[in-house]
């Protein structure tokens, strides 16, 4: 697939709290965002374990976004900030195994930034897009594997 043509699929964990209902109200609003995103709803970003996000990568996914409420309103208290540390230390690990730091992403959502999300997926997507595929892709296809990120299930 060329540079020209390549829509990254986009995985959005999305706390249903906050940033899942500001997904809900862009599409109510009819505010356009790039349709290579799936959202998955989570009962808040602090759920999110590592292992699922690195699953995202391994089956297919080009990107990553963990959508948890602003800084102070999570409802468990600390799960948005525990899913930042998690989201930071991903990000690392991408970079030192060559799949880049930036593929990953946390945002911090009200359920009324409806716009705000349509506007960060616009962003993940145009910086996935700047890194190309997940490298992984390759790898999968000459494997044998499946090539798409639809495995994932909710939390
Ligand atoms: Fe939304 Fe924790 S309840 S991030």
Redesign the pocket.
Request: include cysteine; charge should be neutral; hydrophobic fraction near 5%.
């Given at each position: 697939m060329s540079e020209a043509t390549f829509e990254p699929k986009i995985l959005a964990f999305a706390?249903r709290?906050?940033a899942y209902a500001a997904a809900d109200l862009a599409g109510g609003l009819r505010i356009q965002y790039p349709p290579g995103v799936r959202i998955v709803e989570v009962?808040?970003?602090?759920r999110v374990e590592v292992t699922e996000v690195l699953h995202a990568f391994e089956r297919g996914a080009d990107g990553v976004m963990v959508a948890?409420?602003l800084e102070g309103d999570?409802?468990?208290l600390e799960?948005?900030l525990n899913?930042k540390r998690r989201v930071q230390y991903i990000a690392k690990l991408l970079d030192q195994i060559g799949l880049g730091g930036r593929r990953v992403a946390m945002v911090n959502l009200s359920s009324a930034m409806g716009a705000q999300f349509a506007e960060k997926v616009a962003e993940m997507m145009e910086q996935v897009q700047e890194l190309g595929p997940n490298p992984l892709h390759a790898i999968r296809n000459t494997d044998g594997g499946h090539n798409d990120c639809s495995g994932t299930e909710n939390a």
């Open positions: 706390c709290h906050c009962p808040c970003t602090g948890g409420c999570c409802h468990y799960g948005n899913a």
